[in-house]
């Protein structure tokens, strides 16, 4: 009995912990309501970002970033971990001090905050990256490079 208690106890501390504005979603890449607008200008013309969940000024936000196949993404830096699941395509990320590593389809990428790395969308399909930011969404180019 007292573990029933317990649970229902941590339920109720738990559900009143959550907004009432958050509400459960799916959106698919095709969604016609999506906003889909230039990423920074340091990365070449073709590459478009959407938000879609939370604040890009504010922690925790949800994107998915697209640019077409056979496109160069520059060296770039995010204040922010980047949590990544690749929606399409095939794209080759290389971090400063790392081997380069592919992603593909389906696959899960985690990228340190600070850490300058570059990306390259292989031929064949466009790639839509779902990216997770735990702090405010920035991009820095890394000059030089």
Not at 58 to 70: G, R, S
Not at 77 to 82: G, I, N, W, Y
Request: glycine share 6%; proline share 6%; hydrophobic share 40%.
């Amino acid at each position: 009995m007292k573990g029933q208690l317990a649970t229902v106890l941590l339920f109720l501390l738990i559900s009143a912990n959550v907004s009432a504005s958050d509400k459960a979603l799916v959106i698919s890449t095709n969604d016609k309501s999506l906003q889909w607008g230039a990423c920074p200008a340091f990365i070449p013309t073709g590459c478009q970002m959407t938000v879609l969940q939370g604040d890009p000024a504010e922690n925790n936000a949800d994107i998915f970033f697209k640019v077409p196949a056979d496109f160069h993404i520059p060296y770039h830096t995010h204040t922010s971990r980047e949590r990544m699941v690749l929606v399409s395509g095939e794209l080759e990320v290389t971090y400063d001090n790392h081997e380069s590593a592919t992603i593909k389809k389906g696959d899960f990428a985690y990228g340190p905050a600070k850490l300058p790395h570059k990306a390259y969308c292989k031929k064949g399909d466009d790639c839509i990256l779902y990216i997770g930011f735990v702090s405010p969404i920035d991009a820095m180019p890394v000059e030089g490079r």
